[in-house]
Protein backbone atom coordinates (compact mmCIF):
# COMPACT_ATOMS: atom_id res chain seq x y z
CA UNK A 1 0.00 0.00 0.00
CA UNK A 2 0.78 3.61 -0.31
CA UNK A 3 3.63 4.72 2.10
CA UNK A 4 3.68 8.52 4.17
CA UNK A 5 4.31 11.21 1.57
CA UNK A 6 5.50 14.83 1.99
CA UNK A 7 6.15 17.16 -0.25
CA UNK A 8 7.95 19.05 -1.76
CA UNK A 9 10.65 16.91 -1.81
CA UNK A 10 13.00 19.77 -2.02
CA UNK A 11 12.29 23.19 -0.96
CA UNK A 12 14.45 26.75 -1.44
CA UNK A 13 13.72 29.27 0.83
CA UNK A 14 15.66 33.08 1.12
CA UNK A 15 16.08 34.28 4.56
CA UNK A 16 12.68 35.21 6.08
CA UNK A 17 10.39 33.99 4.11
CA UNK A 18 7.79 31.34 5.49
CA UNK A 19 7.29 27.93 4.43
CA UNK A 20 5.21 25.06 4.45
CA UNK A 21 5.87 21.72 4.47
CA UNK A 22 3.19 18.98 3.90
CA UNK A 23 2.87 15.27 5.11
CA UNK A 24 0.44 12.61 4.50
CA UNK A 25 0.18 10.27 6.77
CA UNK A 26 -0.81 6.14 5.47
CA UNK A 27 -4.37 6.39 6.15
CA UNK A 28 -5.55 5.52 9.13
CA UNK A 29 -2.91 5.74 11.15
CA UNK A 30 -3.47 7.81 14.34
CA UNK A 31 -0.21 8.97 15.42
CA UNK A 32 1.80 11.60 13.53
CA UNK A 33 5.25 12.91 13.98
CA UNK A 34 7.75 15.49 12.96
CA UNK A 35 11.74 15.08 12.67
CA UNK A 36 14.22 17.59 11.83
CA UNK A 37 17.23 16.28 10.59
CA UNK A 38 20.44 18.25 10.10
CA UNK A 39 23.32 16.82 7.70
CA UNK A 40 25.53 14.73 9.51
CA UNK A 41 23.29 13.80 12.51
CA UNK A 42 20.14 11.90 13.06
CA UNK A 43 16.18 12.62 13.16
CA UNK A 44 15.55 15.23 15.95
CA UNK A 45 12.01 14.86 17.08
CA UNK A 46 9.94 18.23 17.03
CA UNK A 47 6.07 17.63 17.78
CA UNK A 48 3.85 14.46 17.92
CA UNK A 49 0.06 14.40 16.95
CA UNK A 50 -2.59 11.06 18.39
CA UNK A 51 -5.39 12.81 15.68
CA UNK A 52 -6.06 16.18 15.98
CA UNK A 53 -4.52 16.66 18.97
CA UNK A 54 -0.92 18.12 18.96
CA UNK A 55 0.09 16.47 22.75
CA UNK A 56 3.67 17.31 22.35
CA UNK A 57 5.67 19.92 21.03
CA UNK A 58 8.42 19.92 22.98
CA UNK A 59 11.08 19.58 20.21
CA UNK A 60 10.21 22.88 18.66
CA UNK A 61 12.93 24.85 18.31
CA UNK A 62 11.89 28.20 18.41
CA UNK A 63 7.99 30.38 18.15
CA UNK A 64 8.71 30.27 14.84
CA UNK A 65 7.65 26.79 14.33
CA UNK A 66 3.96 25.78 13.88
CA UNK A 67 2.49 22.47 13.08
CA UNK A 68 -1.31 21.19 12.67
CA UNK A 69 -3.16 18.44 11.88
CA UNK A 70 -6.94 19.86 11.39
CA UNK A 71 -8.57 16.94 10.67
CA UNK A 72 -6.34 14.22 11.98
CA UNK A 73 -5.38 13.38 8.68
CA UNK A 74 -2.48 15.47 6.36
CA UNK A 75 -0.25 17.63 8.64
CA UNK A 76 1.58 21.07 8.36
CA UNK A 77 4.25 22.00 9.43
CA UNK A 78 5.43 26.20 8.82
CA UNK A 79 8.40 27.71 9.46
CA UNK A 80 8.11 31.55 9.56
CA UNK A 81 11.00 34.04 9.08
CA UNK A 82 13.39 30.78 8.00
CA UNK A 83 16.44 31.15 9.25
CA UNK A 84 19.93 29.47 7.42
CA UNK A 85 20.46 27.04 10.27
CA UNK A 86 16.47 25.81 9.50
CA UNK A 87 18.34 24.07 6.86
CA UNK A 88 17.93 20.62 7.16
CA UNK A 89 15.64 17.32 5.81
CA UNK A 90 12.19 17.91 7.80
CA UNK A 91 10.95 14.05 8.25
CA UNK A 92 7.40 12.72 8.95
CA UNK A 93 6.02 9.70 10.32
CA UNK A 94 2.74 8.03 11.07
CA UNK A 95 1.58 4.68 13.27
CA UNK A 96 -1.29 2.75 13.99
CA UNK A 97 -0.01 3.37 17.87
CA UNK A 98 2.91 5.13 19.59
CA UNK A 99 5.24 1.79 18.33
CA UNK A 100 6.54 1.46 15.38
CA UNK A 101 6.67 4.56 13.16
CA UNK A 102 7.03 4.36 9.12
CA UNK A 103 9.04 7.48 7.99
CA UNK A 104 8.37 9.51 4.82
CA UNK A 105 11.07 10.61 2.68
CA UNK A 106 11.43 13.63 3.73
CA UNK A 107 11.39 17.35 2.65
CA UNK A 108 14.93 18.74 1.99
CA UNK A 109 14.45 22.37 2.85
CA UNK A 110 17.53 24.80 1.59
CA UNK A 111 17.64 28.47 3.28
CA UNK A 112 20.10 30.71 1.59
CA UNK B 1 27.05 14.64 25.57
CA UNK B 2 23.67 12.79 23.53
CA UNK B 3 22.26 9.96 25.25
CA UNK B 4 23.32 7.21 22.23
CA UNK B 5 26.74 7.96 20.83
CA UNK B 6 27.69 6.62 16.99
CA UNK B 7 30.90 6.49 15.16
CA UNK B 8 29.98 8.63 11.99
CA UNK B 9 31.86 6.69 9.57
CA UNK B 10 31.80 6.05 7.17
CA UNK B 11 32.74 1.72 7.71
CA UNK B 12 33.73 0.67 4.10
CA UNK B 13 33.90 -3.76 3.80
CA UNK B 14 33.99 -5.97 1.11
CA UNK B 15 30.53 -7.91 -0.06
CA UNK B 16 30.54 -11.14 2.29
CA UNK B 17 32.27 -9.23 5.46
CA UNK B 18 30.84 -9.66 9.09
CA UNK B 19 30.39 -5.65 9.84
CA UNK B 20 29.86 -4.59 13.42
CA UNK B 21 27.86 -1.68 14.29
CA UNK B 22 28.16 0.17 18.10
CA UNK B 23 26.52 2.78 19.95
CA UNK B 24 27.34 3.84 23.39
CA UNK B 25 24.77 4.68 25.84
CA UNK B 26 25.14 6.91 28.75
CA UNK B 27 21.49 6.33 31.26
CA UNK B 28 22.02 2.57 32.73
CA UNK B 29 18.38 2.42 33.02
CA UNK B 30 17.63 2.11 29.27
CA UNK B 31 16.24 -1.14 28.90
CA UNK B 32 15.19 -1.06 25.18
CA UNK B 33 16.90 -0.38 21.78
CA UNK B 34 15.88 0.48 18.11
CA UNK B 35 18.06 0.10 15.41
CA UNK B 36 16.98 1.84 11.98
CA UNK B 37 18.58 1.98 8.40
CA UNK B 38 18.07 4.62 6.15
CA UNK B 39 19.00 5.18 3.02
CA UNK B 40 20.41 7.73 0.86
CA UNK B 41 17.59 10.31 0.16
CA UNK B 42 14.68 8.27 2.39
CA UNK B 43 13.48 8.09 5.72
CA UNK B 44 14.54 5.66 8.69
CA UNK B 45 13.16 2.11 8.30
CA UNK B 46 13.28 0.12 11.91
CA UNK B 47 15.42 -2.99 11.42
CA UNK B 48 14.91 -4.00 14.84
CA UNK B 49 14.41 -3.62 18.70
CA UNK B 50 15.96 -5.33 21.28
CA UNK B 51 15.57 -5.39 24.96
CA UNK B 52 18.63 -4.84 27.31
CA UNK B 53 19.47 -8.48 28.01
CA UNK B 54 20.34 -10.92 25.34
CA UNK B 55 20.72 -10.82 21.73
CA UNK B 56 17.85 -10.89 18.86
CA UNK B 57 18.62 -12.25 15.67
CA UNK B 58 16.34 -11.75 12.62
CA UNK B 59 17.95 -13.32 9.46
CA UNK B 60 21.36 -11.89 8.38
CA UNK B 61 21.18 -8.98 11.32
CA UNK B 62 21.83 -9.61 14.92
CA UNK B 63 21.06 -6.78 17.69
CA UNK B 64 23.29 -7.11 21.37
CA UNK B 65 23.22 -5.16 24.31
CA UNK B 66 26.21 -4.97 27.25
CA UNK B 67 24.57 -3.83 29.93
CA UNK B 68 27.41 -3.60 31.66
CA UNK B 69 29.85 -1.66 29.33
CA UNK B 70 26.57 0.18 28.11
CA UNK B 71 27.27 -1.05 24.28
CA UNK B 72 24.61 -1.52 21.73
CA UNK B 73 26.11 -3.55 18.54
CA UNK B 74 24.64 -4.72 15.17
CA UNK B 75 26.05 -7.59 13.11
CA UNK B 76 25.32 -7.91 9.45
CA UNK B 77 26.76 -11.49 8.36
CA UNK B 78 27.38 -11.83 4.64
CA UNK B 79 27.16 -8.30 3.82
CA UNK B 80 25.98 -7.12 0.24
CA UNK B 81 26.21 -4.23 -1.49
CA UNK B 82 22.12 -3.45 -0.60
CA UNK B 83 23.26 -2.75 2.69
CA UNK B 84 24.68 0.31 2.06
CA UNK B 85 23.68 2.78 4.24
CA UNK B 86 23.46 4.90 7.48
CA UNK B 87 22.55 2.74 10.54
CA UNK B 88 20.54 4.62 13.55
CA UNK B 89 20.59 3.58 16.96
CA UNK B 90 18.01 4.91 18.84
CA UNK B 91 16.30 4.23 22.56
CA UNK B 92 12.93 5.18 23.05
CA UNK B 93 12.04 8.69 25.10
CA UNK B 94 10.04 8.92 28.40
CA UNK B 95 7.12 6.41 28.75
CA UNK B 96 7.05 6.76 24.28
CA UNK B 97 8.32 4.60 22.17
CA UNK B 98 9.06 8.23 20.15
CA UNK B 99 13.19 7.48 19.39
CA UNK B 100 16.18 9.28 20.60
CA UNK B 101 18.57 8.85 17.48
CA UNK B 102 22.22 8.44 17.36
CA UNK B 103 24.12 10.24 14.41
CA UNK B 104 24.22 6.96 12.73
CA UNK B 105 27.24 5.47 10.86
CA UNK B 106 27.67 5.37 7.28
CA UNK B 107 27.99 1.97 6.08
CA UNK B 108 29.86 0.88 2.57
CA UNK B 109 29.76 -2.58 1.26
CA UNK B 110 31.82 -2.51 -2.23
CA UNK B 111 31.35 -5.37 -4.41
Known amino acids: GAGVSQSPRYKVAKRGQDVALRCDPI?????LFWYQQALGQGPEFLTY????????KSGLPSDRFFAERPEGSVSTLKIQRTQQEDSAVYLC??????????FGPGTRLTVT | QKEVEQDPGPLSVPEGAIVSLNCTYS??????FMWYRQYSRKGPELLMY????GNKEDGRFTAQVDKSSKYISLFIRDSQPSDSATYLC???????????FGRGTSLIVHP
Open chain 1, 93 to 102: ASSLSSEEQY
Open chain 2, 27 to 32: NSAFQY
Open chain 1, 49 to 56: FQNEAQLD
Open chain 2, 50 to 53: TYSS
Open chain 2, 90 to 100: ARPSGGSYIPT
Open chain 1, 27 to 31: SGHVS
